[in-house]
Each structure stands twice: as structure tokens, then as C-alpha cells.
């Protein structure tokens, strides 16, 4: 008897709850978009805005293990900043710098061919030159379109190396931000060279950029270690998760 009183007091609960969301006016505030209409668009040179004046908030945060053993982590915001764009035929060039603690602690050249996709052609200060130029998206960004790169450039052990690249474009997928919600196509890509290899996946936002990027390095390097050479393996996680833009739009 008192199982089935308990029973019609719960639902007598769970009615007056219902009723008064009701009487309040209570409606579930939805979700925006707030890359929508550059979504609905989709042009592909909208995917990296690359007009000087532009940066974007990131908020990174990094751990490295080496050897099973916790090495360091690091949380800190950075400023990618556009500073310089100039087109010669079909490509258009910008310059990109990342701030971190009011200092530039590194700079970036970034290619837009038409037609044909955004390319990472340096990264550093003196530049690391990528050999031939990396591509970062290729177009027409369609789910399922797969690219590859070989060459020398930068590899996320630090150095330049020979190294290969897959990239696969992934199907549209909504992410978090502290920006927003946006809609953003995923390009997965996968770096090998002599020493290491890194997995990552960027979220590529229509008419705002990266919204979010995930990387995975694991490198093997010798050490020694009581008066041997031995192998230990390091990994390294980051992350990038954009707070904040302040963008305008290219010129046609």
C-alpha cells in the first residue's frame, strides 16, 4: 500500500513540475549556429579567412609523457594574427603570427591557390621551409576526398625531415567553442617521418577558420642513460579550442 501511494505522489510531483513550466512560459532556448549562413554558402576559400587584421583566441593546452612518465603540462591562450596578404596571379600569400604573453614566439606563411586549396608553405623564425608547399585543406572540400603530401618541412618533433602526409575530409560535424557552436568540416591527417609519427584533426569553420584542433605526436629519440645509448618514446597531446575572433571579410 504505501509502494503504491509513493508511486501516485511521484507522478502527482512530476505533473505540478510540468504544469508550472507551463504557467512560467518556460521555453527551451535553442542552440544558434553562429556560422550558419557561411555554412549554408560553403565556399571553400571561406573556410580560412586570411584578410590582414584578422586573429583569432585560442585557448591550448599541451602534456607530454616521456617514457610512461609524466613530463609537463601547459594551458595558455595564444593570438594567431594575419599581419600581411598580398595576391600574385592565383595565389594569394599571408603572413601569420602567434602570440603568446605579449610575445611573437612564432610566425607562419599560408598560400591560397584558387581552385585548388589552402597550403603551408613555412612555419618559424628564420622560416622552416615546407618543400613543396603543405597542403592544410584541398578543394572542392567534399566529404571523403582524400590528399596526400611527401617532402621536407617542419615535422612536430621540431626539426625539418623528409616526411609523408595523409589527409582524409571528413563528413560536416556541429563543435563547441567558446566562440559558439559552429558547423565545421573535420580533415583528419596523419604526419610519419624517419623518428615519429602525429595524428591530427582539424575543424575547419566556414567564414571563420579553425575552430578546433586536436594532435597526437609519438617520437622515439636515444638518450643516454648510464653511459648507454637507449631508446625512449615520447608523446605529446594538444589541443586548441577557440574563445574569441575578430574578423572582416576578403575584398572581392
Known sequence: MKLINSAIFVSLLFLAGCNQNQATGYVPEEIKIVNAADAAAAKDESFFPMVRGNQWVYAISTSVTVGGTPSRAQEQDMTFRCTNVYTQGDKTYATMEAVARGQVNERQQWILEKGKGFYQASVGDPPKIFTPPQPAMS?????????????????????????????????RQEVDTDAGRMITVPILTVISWDSGRAAQTTWWAPGVGIARHRQEVVAVRTVQRNGKAVQEQAIAVSTMRLKSTTLKKAEK
Open 139 to 171: 578543394f572542392p572540400v567534399k566529404t571523403g576526398n582524400n590528399y596526400t603530401w611527401e617532402g621536407v618541412g617542419y615535422v612536430p618533433e621540431g626539426l625539418s625531415k623528409k616526411a609523408k602526409m595523409e589527409s582524409k575530409t571528413l563528413a
